[in-house]
């Protein structure tokens, strides 16, 4: 049996996984005899029952049954799906230069330790990251792990658990899985994957480090950017317990964002307020995806979950309290904002796809936006950003 034969086998069990198959990126790159064949075999992904809020807020109607909007209560349409209690919708939530500014503060100032990143645990913490990739800065960095490793022998993803095993291979420089094929279309890029005439080491597309030292790594932040996959802000949680580490340095969540997502968080809690005291910033490329997976590990559950996304569209799957359940696919665009509160809270939920297609990529005009902002707006142009903000206790 062969490598996508067992990918199917797998991918096929669940209502989540498949749907998680079927909205999934296909590389259509190479052109090697066997993408071809497959390619062939792989029809173009039937869209034609992801749910689009935004149309729907702009239609004024909606035929799908169950979908309810409130108009009146809140400062933004909120929308909710009676199948799915406890969800909250609000398109549109954000405006073009309050999106500017957060995507600008999830890549520069977000991940700044005592913030942890996915490249904490291998590479220690990493200062500046963004302005010195700009800068086209190389540094040499300490390993904490002296092996060469392809894939890593430690947790580097808040979602290791939850990872589909359509991706049977954890990318140790992707905090997210790719559910897209990686067999003989895994064309490793020419920056990073690279040995080093100089000797010096360089990782390559899978994480793995090349060249004569092992101890220490001169690598391109650029690539580190690149590989950015997630941020925790707030208090930090260790994913290998699955748990809030109290004993891990951190600095409070920025009030601006506390407000927001307080603000944000009414439909689902109008009589109480949000406190938010932790977020993960979610970093997506075109291949990543975030597995279908629960979200269990604050205590109080009518507390909710304030997702807001930034960037290019994507398609979020929201199921049911186990894998079984047939989830329901909408559309998540730039400015796009999403509560799950209550038995939402208990729901699997994932990201299998991301356009970063223009065509498809559904982005607002950054344009318009201070020139200064021309390297987030190529950052965001081909990426995604999800920022999902907790309240812990
Ligand atoms: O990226 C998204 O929209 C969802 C992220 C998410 O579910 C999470 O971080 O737990
Ligand atoms: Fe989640």
Known sequence: MGYLDAQEGDAERTAFRRAEKRYKFYKHSSTSARSIKHRESVPPTDLSDVIDFRKIRHLGFSTESGIKMDDKNFQWPVF?????PGFYFIPEALGIEEQ????????????????????????GPIFDLWNRAQKGESTVLPMKKKETHKHCPIPRTPFLDHLSPISTEIDCA????????????????NESNKNS???????????????????????????????LRWATLGLQFDWSKRAYDLSLPYNKMPQKLCDLASKLAEPA????????????VNYFGQDDMLGGH???????????????????????????????????AMFLRSGDVVLMAGPARGCFHGVPRIFVDPKQADLPDFSTCDPSCKTFIDYINRSRINLNIRQVF
């Open 294 to 328: 629960l979200d269990d590990m604050e205590k109080d559950w009518s507390k909710p979950i304030v997702s807001i996304s930034f960037g290019c569209k994507a398609i979020f799957l929201l199921g049911g309290p186990t894998r079984e359940h047939k989830p329901t």
């Open 269 to 280: 809690m109008p009589d109480s307020e949000f406190h938010a005291e932790a977020a993960i």
């Open 100 to 123: 500017m500014h957060w995507i600008k503060e999830s890549l520069t100032t977000f991940p700044q330790p005592p913030n942890r990143t996915n490249h904490t645990a291998v590479y």
């Open 197 to 227: 005439a100089d000797g010096k080491s360089y990782i390559d597309a899978n994480g793995a480090i090349s060249g004569e030292q092992q101890h220490s790594t001169s690598i391109p932040l650029s690539v580190l950017l690149r590989k």
């Open 174 to 189: 992707n905090g997210l899985s790719d559910l897209s094929e990686t067999t003989s279309d895994n064309t490793p890029d």
């Open 80 to 84: 909710t799906m009676e199948q799915h």
